[in-house]
């Protein structure tokens, strides 16, 4: 099946850093979605992004779609505590049926 | 944007058994998927929950072992039949909403914890 290749795999900041994380991929895509996980959780979406070079904040959290339609990037400014959990990008394929597919995903550990 | 939840939210069951998952949205949603995630990996998506008709499955899903239905646009259930140790795993139900002409937004519910032993 098609992949979305994430990146980091973890990362361990100290409180109040930035942080940066991506998605890339050989396919094209129409959407691009971010979800939070926390333990015992389901996925939460943060950030939804619709067209190429659409850059989108919810809070301190930024995302931008992509140009090539390949890639899409997640920052998070100024990280708390509860900024702790797993980062996944999710992508809607151009041509299918909506079904999502996932990045293996960013472990997130913020020290204070 | 909707809310889902999942029944059980965890279960012990013995090898040989079935279970059935239970997902509830709180409003009409266009899709519904069913998706399987082992601890602190990603999201693998078994099916796609059709309304009055016939679930839709990802390659290596079946539905002997997934049965799945949807007798309406809020609710779901997803069957593990026949279980064995390998189907332990954390059980997802999402539901995709139109937020505007062309743009989609899928939603999760808390999941299912499964251990089969």
């Known amino acids: 099946g098609q992949q979305l290749n994430q990146s980091p795999q973890s990362m361990f900041i100290q409180e109040g850093e930035d942080v940066s994380m991506n998605c890339t991929s050989s396919?094209?895509?129409?959407?691009w979605l971010w979800y939070k996980q926390e333990p015992g959780e389901g996925p939460v979406l943060l950030i939804a992004?619709?067209?190429?070079?659409e850059l989108t904040s919810n809070g301190r959290l930024t995302a931008q779609f992509g140009i090539t339609r390949k890639d899409s990037f997640l920052n998070i400014s100024a990280s708390i505590p509860s900024d702790v959990g797993i980062y996944f990008c999710?992508?809607?394929?151009?041509?299918?049926?909506?079904?999502?597919?996932f990045g293996s995903g960013t472990q997130l550990t913020v020290l204070p | 944007s909707a809310v889902i939840s999942q029944k059980p939210s965890r279960d012990i069951c013995q090898r040989g058994t079935s279970l059935t998952i239970q997902c509830q949205v709180d409003s009409q949603v266009t899709m519904m998927f069913w998706y399987r995630q082992q601890p602190g990996q990603s999201l693998t998506l078994i099916a796609t929950?059709?309304?009055?008709?016939?679930?839709?499955?990802e390659s290596g899903f079946v539905i002997d072992k997934f049965p799945i239905s949807r007798p309406n646009l809020t609710f779901s259930t997803l069957t593990v039949s026949n279980m064995s140790p390998e189907d332990s795993s954390i059980y997802l139900c999402s539901g995709e909403t139109l937020a505007g002409v062309g743009y989609n937004e899928q939603f999760f519910g808390p999941g299912t914890r499964l251990t089969v032993l």
């Open positions: 396919s094209i895509f129409n959407t």
């Open positions: 929950a059709n309304q009055g008709s016939e679930a839709t499955y």
């Open positions: 992004l619709y067209k190429a070079g």
């Open positions: 999710a992508g809607q394929l151009a041509g299918s049926a909506r079904q999502l597919t």
